[in-house]
């Protein structure tokens, strides 16, 4: 950027690469984290394997884990000049975030079917993550 004039179109564009190379980076160690809480759960499509409390004890962690992804992202993502390359990247993540939430309620829904009734909430199931 130093060789570049200032106020040149090539510090807008450098000033730009920047700033997605930078979002790109969070966005990269925010997913990271979040597969490292939740890789070792495993996550059932069909009906569940194990303990359906626990696995909904885990889900719901996943779940709160994925929404605060999600938020995260979205702030990003309205710090960022609407239309601009990083604004993009950060909205195809929203979306994929939001995916990711639509698919774990669906898991959420199906493990509380699967559960009996009791007087412990998720809160008193000990998880496995």
Known sequence: ??????????????????????????????LADVHDRTASMPRPIGPSTGDPKVELADRSGAMLDELEHLKETEKLKRQEPISTPSFHALADEVTASSRRVYELGAELNELGEESETGEETIEDVERTA
């Open 1 to 30: 950027m130093s060789a570049a004039a200032p106020d040149s179109p090539e510090v807008d564009r450098l000033t730009d690469e920047w700033a997605s190379l930078r979002i790109e980076y969070a966005r990269l160690i925010d």
